[in-house]
């Protein structure tokens, strides 16, 4: 292994596990699987059988929806209560997304900041 001033070396490695690092979070991105944006809630409802149905002596039906925005308006999808639990899943994977993201972004802006002044470092040798 070729001598190297300790600080360039130590550099130059953790360039390099910065872009290993990014590398395996992109894996990570790719096999994510569905998701969805969103927060779900459920709502109590009462249906048009007043006079027979428990609805109407307070157990209600439960409906879930999901609610998310689009151009910064609110929007509500109702969820089908045999897809509620895929549901809960894609919107819990979302989060993990938007967190893998940002992780993303992050190691990546280090890796332009090192850019920059490693190339400052090669310019005044
Ligand atoms: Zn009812």
Redesign the pocket.
């Known amino acids: 292994m070729p001598r190297k001033t300790s600080h360039s070396y130590r550099l130059e490695r953790n360039t390099r596990w910065l872009i290993r690092r990014r590398d395996g979070l992109l894996r990570r991105l790719g096999r994510i699987g569905p998701f969805v944006d969103g927060s779900i809630y459920r709502m109590g409802r009462?249906?048009g059988?007043k006079e027979h149905?428990?609805?109407?002596r307070g157990k209600k039906?439960v409906s879930s929806y999901l609610m998310f925005k689009v151009r910064q308006k609110s929007r509500t999808l109702y969820i089908p209560v045999d897809l509620l639990g895929e549901v809960l899943t894609y919107s819990k994977r979302y989060r993990s997304l938007k967190e893998l993201i940002r992780q993303i972004c992050d190691v990546q802006k280090e890796i332009v900041r090192r850019h920059v002044q490693e190339k400052a470092r090669h310019h005044h040798r």
């Not at 149905?53 to 109407?56: E, F, K, P, T, V």
């Open positions: 009462t249906c059988n149905c428990q609805c109407s039906h």
